[in-house]
């Protein structure tokens, strides 16, 4: 993962291929995903968020839901509330 990266910034540096802006999306975006998967509430709920309002990516409520859900499942009380008052699925 860390040679992706370092590939990624010498692109960006030397060749101008992505902007930063790109740069940083992915590896939030990436991160948030990384930790989501393996477990981590703070992760699936940072995951649900980003689907939900479309930042550094295109709204998805389903995924949303589901990490929403994996979170809430995971003792987060702000996904409970947030699937309790947008999703209209209390937990």
Same mark, same amino acid.
């Given at each position: 993962?860390?040679?992706?990266?370092?590939?990624?910034?010498?692109?960006?540096?030397?060749?101008?291929?992505?902007?930063?802006?790109?740069?940083?999306?992915?590896?939030?975006?990436?991160?948030?995903?990384?930790?989501?998967?393996?477990? %981590?509430?703070?992760? +699936?709920?940072?995951?649900? +968020?980003?689907?939900?309002?479309?930042?550094?990516? %295109?709204?998805?409520?389903? *995924?949303? *839901?589901? &990490?929403?859900?994996?979170?809430? +499942?995971n003792?987060? +009380?702000?996904?409970?509330?947030?699937?309790? &008052?947008?999703?209209?699925?209390?937990?």
């Amino acid at each position: 993962m860390k040679i992706f990266f370092l590939v990624l910034l010498i692109g960006v540096v030397f060749f101008g291929v992505v902007s930063v802006k790109d740069v940083f999306r992915e590896v939030f975006f990436n991160e948030a995903y990384t930790g989501a998967i393996a477990g %981590d509430v703070k992760s +699936q709920l940072c995951l649900a +968020q980003l689907y939900h309002i479309g930042k550094f990516t %295109d709204v998805n409520l389903v *995924e949303a *839901e589901k &990490w929403y859900r994996r979170a809430a +499942q995971n003792g987060s +009380q702000t996904a409970m509330d947030i699937l309790c &008052w947008e999703f209209n699925k209390c937990v």
